[in-house]
């Protein structure tokens, strides 16, 4: 800590709050002590983890690779962890979490089992009064907070009609039950074919007596043909691991994947279903970066879509269900998927495929679910319905700004950022990994790292010089918002009814939401924000 840096005074209870600790809130914790300011963080479960405290269902795991899905801030503890899977598996990530908790000692500084309730903006006083409730309301004040809320923790339980009325249980993929679920023996149906029933759905089809899956939309997935890690591969990861995140910085993901930014459109089919079947074969996410133009480009689009529909056609027997697997939309438009031997689980005799595109699932019964005229009985359902992406978590909390503006009021149409870290008239808040940053787009552990860094470098910036409040300037947020929209624009992402834009949720407004213009020009955006001396924002 340089000698300039003091412990500011504190008037609040705390320089800062931390809401949330995932991944965000522990390193936000971490680079708070280091600076020498005093930070509370608040959690809601009783451990660390966020996202991967909570979607403990059956095959969860990341769709990034392990060694890259990692802190890079500590040399040492890069060093010092070893993954032992390709694509590492929830429990595993969970446990690194409690690793790094307990390695920097971070408990001490999180309250466990407390929901923060409200955050409200005290202008008299410059500071947050945020409420917070254990079982019992109290209050605390801090110069800041820090929402570290997760952009995929509150989970979206569709209103079906009777869903109290079911006999047995019914389970959310982003809620599980910590002790787990056995199936054995049962009839369950799952609702949902995203990611979250993508990996679980192979795994449940292991244990229960009858499957029966209800497929909304058909979702792209590609095998993640995971493994063990050879030693030799991490010995060689950890040789170069600087080399290996330099390069992983540099892509548009955060994530480092073999890229190709030539076009498909120049190469005879013959060549591009070879590079295809090669990346199939390889596996993982890391099937888009075959051409540069898979995602801008409808006809490049399809070549990429229809090699995995015959790869759909080829696991899958029953050419109808085949068929009904087969996306229609944009590969890669809704987040492209990652799984192990999801399509041919559905060659297995006790599983079945229900479309529910045409005719909506008309209720949950007593016994199980109807649709379309049949009756399902099932002694378990499983909604594997997602999540209110992005703002749903930050809604959940009575937010309110200069004036007591609410946050959900303000962003009724759409959030409204600067660089998807700070939001006009709510000052001294910051979001991490929120709407308007590249987030979910990419490899969310660098991009946390970021905006913590950028988070922790400007509280500095401001005690040393004497500013005790910062707030984005109107003309900036509205130019981050046109350049986000712009960027979106271009691409075929924002063209699908996907959680990115809102459109799982019911009446949520339809708004691409986070920034795709790339993890390396978003970094050095900010970067010059910060050489200009905190351009759009005001500082007082
Ligand atoms: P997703 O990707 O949002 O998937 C949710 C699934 O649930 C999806 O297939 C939805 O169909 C389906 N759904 C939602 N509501 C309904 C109703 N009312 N009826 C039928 N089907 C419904 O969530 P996940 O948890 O799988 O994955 C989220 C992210 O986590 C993922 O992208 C990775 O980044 C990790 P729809 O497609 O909306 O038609």
């Not at 795994?203 to 058909?218: D, G, M, N, S, W």
């Not at 990429?304 to 939309?329: G, H, Q, S, W, Y």
């Not at 910036?461 to 350049?483: C, F, S, T």
Request: charge should be negative; glycine fraction near 10%.
């Amino acid at each position: 800590m340089p000698d300039s840096v003091q412990r500011s005074a504190a008037e609040t209870d705390f320089d800062v709050v931390v809401v949330g600790a995932g991944f965000a809130g522990m390193y936000m914790l971490y680079r708070l002590r280091g600076l020498g300011m005093s930070a509370r963080v608040y959690e809601t479960g009783d451990g660390v983890g966020g996202t991967w405290y909570w979607n403990r269902y059956p095959g969860a795991r990341c769709d990034v690779e392990s060694v890259q899905y990692s802190y890079q801030f500590d040399k040492e503890l890069e060093q010092e962890w070893t993954w032992s899977e390709r694509y590492s598996p929830q429990p595993e990530i969970l446990k690194y979490a409690n690793h790094v908790a307990d390695r920097y000692d971070l408990r001490k500084d999180i309250q466990f089992n407390t929901k923060v309730t409200s955050a409200v903006f005290n202008e008299a006083e410059n500071a947050w009064t945020v409420t917070v409730d254990d079982g019992e309301s109290s209050v605390v004040t801090a110069r800041h907070v820090v929402m570290a809320t997760g952009c995929l923790s509150s989970f979206n339980k569709p209103k079906f009609k009777g869903l109290d009325d079911f006999k047995g249980p019914i389970y959310h993929t982003g809620h599980w039950p910590h002790d787990g679920v056995d199936f054995t023996g049962m009839r369950v149906g799952v609702i949902g074919t995203g990611s979250s029933a993508i990996q679980s759905i192979p795994e449940i089809a292991k244990q229960a007596k009858h499957l029966t899956v209800f497929q909304r939309t058909a979702n792209y997935t590609i095998p993640a043909r995971n493994r063990e890690l050879e030693e030799e591969f991490v010995k060689s990861v950890k040789a170069d691991y600087q080399g290996l995140r330099e390069k992983a910085k540099k892509m548009p993901s955060g994530y480092f994947f073999p890229f190709n930014p030539g076009s498909v459109l120049e190469v005879p089919e013959e060549e591009y279903r070879r590079e295809y079947r090669k990346r199939w074969e390889i596996g993982g996410t890391g099937y888009l970066g075959a051409y540069g133009d898979l995602l801008v480009n409808t006809q490049a689009n399809k070549t990429a879509a229809e090699f995995v529909k015959d790869m759909i056609r080829e696991t899958v027997k029953d050419p109808e269900v085949a068929e009904l697997l087969c996306p229609t939309n944009i590969i890669g438009c809704k987040r492209l998927c990652v799984d192990t031997d999801y399509y041919a689980t559905y060659n297995l005799p006790h599983v079945k495929l229900v479309d529910v595109s045409k005719t909506p699932i008309k209720a949950i019964t007593p016994d199980g679910l109807s649709h379309d005229g049949v009756e399902y009985e099932f002694d378990a359902i499983v909604l594997a319905t997602g999540f209110d992406a992005m703002t749903g978590a930050l809604f959940n909390i009575d937010i309110r700004g200069r004036g007591g503006e609410p946050l959900k009021e303000k962003w009724h149409g759409g959030p409204q950022t600067y660089l998807g870290l700070t939001t006009v008239g709510f000052p001294n808040m910051f979001t991490i990994t929120g709407p308007g940053s590249p987030s979910v787009l990419t490899n969310m552990l660098p991009s946390i790292e970021q905006h913590v860094d950028f988070i922790a470098d400007c509280l500095v910036y401001m005690r040393e010089n004497g500013h005790a409040v910062i707030e984005p300037e109107r003309q900036a947020e509205l130019d981050w918002g046109k350049h986000v929209n712009e960027v979106a624009d271009l691409s075929l992402r924002s063209t699908c009814a996907s959680w990115y834009v809102g459109a799982n949720v019911p009446g949520k407004p339809r708004v691409f939401m986070p920034y795709i213009g790339g993890f390396p020009r978003y970094v050095q955006e900010c970067e010059r924000v910060v050489e200009n001396g905190y351009e759009g924002f005001a500082l007082a």
